[in-house]
């Protein structure tokens, strides 16, 4: 009779327990420039690993093509966070309704200038050379210029030439309407894994001191909700961690989420993890190289205080 009682009282408790609610999860909607982009994986790691469930937040990621519109996306409420560039910065002085959070990469590893095996051997054989980038005005225009100008050449050494897409541009590189592309990095890894091209300026090694990528985030969403924007962050850090103590199933899951093979995932993976920035700090010095580019991509006519237009409250180990 005890043991029939105990049994019951069991079965009663855990049928309590069972229709207790599930604790709830802040939904949060991140967006990315592109998909298939080793730099960007981390959400799709932290996802997968249950990392961001962990810290309490429902991430929904999107992935959109290009930096602009997931700048238009955030603007127009679509979106709470965003990843995009340290250039885009300026955005925030010509209105946008957004701040910046943190600094999640510095020196700008995830972009190469890529040429054909039979193309220009080196960088002065460029001088002149029609050079492809995503758009005018944008970060890879400006990385051209700076190349350019770092050559001595002033900032329209190269025939700059905007087209769009890394597939519109790597069609115009093999089609040999263009001479060299500047590119999302595995545009040129994947020209060398087919024996076609190879990379020939790796702007991590040449631009040492810059934040390429920063978190945004909404100012009415960071507003409503700092806890949803901190726990975003630790989740983002904890993932950085996470594969770099998990080396095997994180090129895994790049393979996977990058539609590329192993040898090129893990390629991604020890050539680029160092570009992570481990606490979202952002450097003064680097802030000055991208209040400079702002005036030198035409963005805006002066420098602004860039310390304005970013917080540190946000991250992890701040109150």
């Known amino acids: 009779m005890r043991a029939a009682a105990l049994f019951a009282a069991l079965v009663l408790a855990a049928m309590s327990m069972s229709a207790l609610p599930a604790q709830a999860q802040t939904k949060v909607r991140i967006g990315k420039p592109q998909a298939g982009a080793f730099q960007f994986v981390p959400v799709d790691v ?12 429902d991430v929904e990621s999107s992935d959109f093509g290009g930096g602009p519109r997931v700048q238009q996306a955030l603007t127009a409420g679509a979106l709470d966070l965003a990843i995009g560039s340290g250039p885009e910065l300026a955005m925030i002085v010509k209105g946008a309704p957004e701040t910046a959070v943190a600094a999640l990469a510095d020196a700008p590893y995830a972009v190469v200038l890529a040429v054909l095996n039979d193309g ?11 050079i492809s980038v995503s758009t005018r005005g944008g970060l890879t225009y400006w990385l051209a210029q700076e190349l ?33 592309m500047i590119v999302e990095v595995n545009a040129g890894y ?49 993932t950085i961690d996470w594969m770099q103590k998990n080396r095997e199933r994180a090129i895994d899951i790049v393979r996977r989420k990058t539609d590329v093979s192993v ?12 570009m992570f920035n481990k606490t979202g700090r952002f450097n003064p010095e680097a802030l000055k190289v991208l209040s400079r ?7 805006l006519p002066s420098e602004p205080d860039v310390t304005k237009l970013l917080t540190e409250q946000y991250l992890p180990g701040t109150k």
Not at 159 to 166: F, K, W, Y
Not at 205 to 223: G, P, R, W
């Open 46 to 57: 932290g996802l997968e690993a249950g990392i961001f469930k962990k810290h309490g937040l």
């Open 120 to 130: 220009p051997k080196t960088i002065a054989d460029l001088k002149g050379k029609k």
């Open 148 to 180: 350019s100008r770092r050559q001595g050449w002033g900032p329209e050494g190269f025939a700059i030439t905007p087209l769009g897409a890394t597939t519109a541009q790597t069609a115009a590189l093999k089609t040999k309407q263009i001479d060299g």
């Open 190 to 238: 994947r020209l060398e894994e087919e024996k076609s091209g190879r990379v020939l300026v790796q702007f991590g090694d040449l631009l040492k001191t810059f934040h390429i990528y920063v978190l945004y985030a909404h100012s009415e969403f960071a507003a409503k909700n700092p806890a949803a924007v901190r726990a975003f962050l630790a989740g983002w850090f904890e």
């Open 263 to 274: 040898a090129l995932a893990t390629r991604d993976y020890d050539e680029l993890s160092g």
């Open 293 to 299: 580019s702002f005036v030198e991509m035409g963005i």
